[in-house]
């Protein structure tokens, strides 16, 4: 029922490779990671979640060896780094921790600059390059580029810490909880930039969460930890929910299974809904008339770069029939992007006016609306899926085992 952590993937390379890998801390009578063999794949998001305690972030420390393997072997591109010097393989990996580790006395340029300084690129290469990732990460490198960290918020400061760890353009990746000292709002929006970003990168990484959710959020493959980072089920998201190797699995993800699938699917993932929209200076009472033929009970007024701005109803028209549209109705909430999930899309809907969340494009442009129709028909073409999908896997055991009694 689960993926074997080396089932072979056609065409697929192997980024990273441990192989037995084990770790014993001195003193300790058990071993912290134990005989932990796992592939992981180019391009790929792969989230270590287990229980407190079961090894996920000595596992992943050991990848740069921030902590050193007892014994094992480390393949890093084809290439065993398990003795190399750990100083030249840490640069080749980007890394980042949940309190960001900025250094305080170095101004965002400085932090963002600290590999490729280390690796003897010239200043103008320098400079570019961390102009280049403040833009990648939305921040504008005239506004943030000489500020210190204490001048920015929590969520600022992680994504420098980002940046930095994309400075010297890395394969892989390592993410040590690094959304988790965020509060929940800012953590969602963070998620969501990450994986555009990596839409657009597609760096190897190893993300380390407690969290399950975020873990079927981030997650192009998950590895579920038991103690001494042993593994329970190795797999995609939509198989570890629709199709938990054991009941350690079943009880880790707990209740609530088709509500997490919808963080399986992005916005961009299904069509859009239409609403009636106007821009600010249209005449009143043409809105009304068309809000009146439309059969719904607000219009979406939208400034002249097509930004949603306002929900304005029939009453508010006729209450302020020469009022500016910019200055009636209420200002409209609960905004996201094509890259946010279907689970952020719900969240917002569920305290949205008219119970529905507008889409706009990462320049606020108004691009549709979710309703709940359409989220409860994704829920729905989810189940059908994972009861076909289980109904195969079912014959294909059936299969497999009658093969297997043959003489």
């Excluded at 949940?98 to 006395?105: A, D, I, R, S, T």
């Excluded at 400079?127 to 939305?138: G, K, Q, S, W």
């Excluded at 304005?312 to 109705?329: K, M, R, T, W």
Aim: aromatic content about 4%; charged content about 25%; some cysteine.
């Amino acid at each position: 029922m689960t993926s074997s952590p080396n089932v072979s993937q056609p065409n697929r390379k192997v980024m990273i490779r441990l192989e037995n890998l084990t770790k014993r801390f001195p003193g300790q009578k058990q071993n912290a990671v134990d005989n932990l063999t796992l592939d992981i794949y180019e391009g790929e998001i792969v989230v270590l979640v287990g229980p407190s305690g079961c090894g996920k972030t000595t596992t992943m420390k050991t990848i740069n060896r921030i902590i050193e393997p007892t014994s094992g072997r480390i393949i890093l591109d084809g290439e065993d780094v398990t003795t190399a010097n750990p100083d030249t393989l840490r640069r080749r990996i980007g890394y980042v921790i949940q309190q960001v580790g900025l250094f305080p006395h170095q101004t965002i340029g400085e932090n963002i600059a600290t590999v490729p300084k280390l690796l003897g690129w010239d200043s103008k290469r320098v400079t570019a390059r961390v102009d280049e990732l403040l833009d990648m990460v939305n921040m504008s490198p005239a506004d943030y580029r000489d500020r210190y960290p204490k001048q920015l918020s929590g969520g600022q400061r992680q994504r420098v810490g980002v940046a930095r760890a994309l400075g010297a353009d890395p394969d892989v990746m390592l993410m040590d909880e690094p959304f988790g000292a965020i509060d929940p709002i800012t953590r969602d929006r963070l998620q969501n930039e990450f994986l555009r970003l990596q839409s657009e990168v597609r760096k190897t990484i190893v993300f380390v969460t407690h969290d399950i959710d975020e873990a079927i959020k981030m997650g192009d493959r998950i590895v579920i930890l038991q103690e001494a980072s042993r593994i329970a089920q190795y797999d995609t998201p939509e198989r570890i929910l629709t199709a938990p190797a054991n009941q350690f699995v079943a009880d880790f993800i707990g209740k609530g299974a088709s509500l997490k699938r919808l963080n399986l699917s992005r916005v961009s993932d299904i069509e859009l809904s239409s609403w009636p929209t106007v821009r600010v200076g249209a005449d009143s009472a043409q809105v009304l008339d068309q809000l009146r033929s439309s059969g719904r009970d607000s219009v979406l007024v939208l400034d002249d770069a097509g930004r949603p701005r306002r929900w304005v109803g029939a009453g508010d028209l006729q209450s302020s029939p020469s009022g500016a549209l910019e200055e009636i109705g209420v200002p409209v909430e609960g905004m996201v992007e094509p890259t946010a999930t279907l689970s952020d899309a719900l969240n917002e809907l569920i305290a949205a006016r008219n119970s529905v969340t507008i889409v706009v494009d990462p320049a606020g442009v108004y691009r549709g609306v979710v309703d709940i129709n359409q989220i409860n028909e994704t829920i729905r073409a989810m189940r059908s899926t994972s009861a076909a999908q289980n109904a195969a896997d079912l014959a294909e055991r059936s299969t497999a085992g009658s093969a297997s009694e043959r003489p």
